[in-house]
């Protein structure tokens, strides 16, 4: 009788440390796998094509989002906005790219200003609407639209994911848009040394 007690309590001692686990893997996601990334060109804010291979000998901070977006988007561009700071001079040699997934709503005149809020170094990219699911597809993020009450309104559920590109276009790592600042930070300039 005794024996059968203690195994439950055995049993939830593992289970509780496979979830304890679980929950810390999620967290602190593992680097990239190899084959997730690619060059790509889109269309910035200046109307000149943007390719990522312009970037060669820089670090690029790559999310995919839209101008729209009520939550994930602001909290991942202020994310980047501090990655930056905290970074100082080393600054300079980051670039962030922000690619919509809203391309019909997401117009260069509306991602301009929307890019200038965060700061200068910003930069916005848009295309088609099949440029757009092929570059998201290289980088296996996802996105649809979902229709809300208004006829005339939707949001975007997408994926928010912010990808660490290193100075020869590999994608290096991958981090959640509440991942902390200093994360990244470290990760840049462990990429830079």
Do not use: W
């Not at 593992?14 to 084959?35: E, R, T």
């Not at 019909?104 to 965060?118: G, I, V």
């Not at 997408?158 to 590109?165: G, K, P, V």
């Amino acid at each position: 009788m005794r024996r059968i007690l203690v195994c439950p309590a055995v049993f939830c001692s593992i289970l509780a440390m496979v979830v304890l686990s679980i929950d810390n893997v999620q967290a602190d996601l593992p680097p990239a796998p190899v084959d997730i990334g690619g060059d790509f060109t889109l269309t910035g804010t200046d109307g000149k094509p943007v390719s990522l291979g312009d970037f060669k000998d820089q670090i690029v901070l790559l999310f995919f989002g839209y101008t729209y977006c009520p939550d994930v988007c602001p909290t991942a561009m202020l994310t980047l906005q501090n990655v930056r700071g905290m970074l100082g001079e080393k600054a300079s040699r980051v670039n962030i790219l922000f690619i919509t997934v809203d391309p019909e709503r997401d117009t260069l005149e509306t991602l301009k200003p929307y890019m200038a809020y965060f700061g200068s170094s910003f930069i916005g990219l848009r295309g088609s609407l099949q440029e757009t699911a092929r570059v998201a597809a290289l980088y296996r993020t996802s996105y649809r639209k979902v229709e809300t009450d208004s006829a005339s309104e939707y949001l975007v559920a997408h994926s928010d994911f912010i990808y660490l590109i290193d100075d020869q276009g590999r994608t290096r790592s991958m981090y959640r848009s509440h991942t902390p600042t200093k994360k990244i930070v470290d990760d840049i300039l462990e990429l830079m040394n």
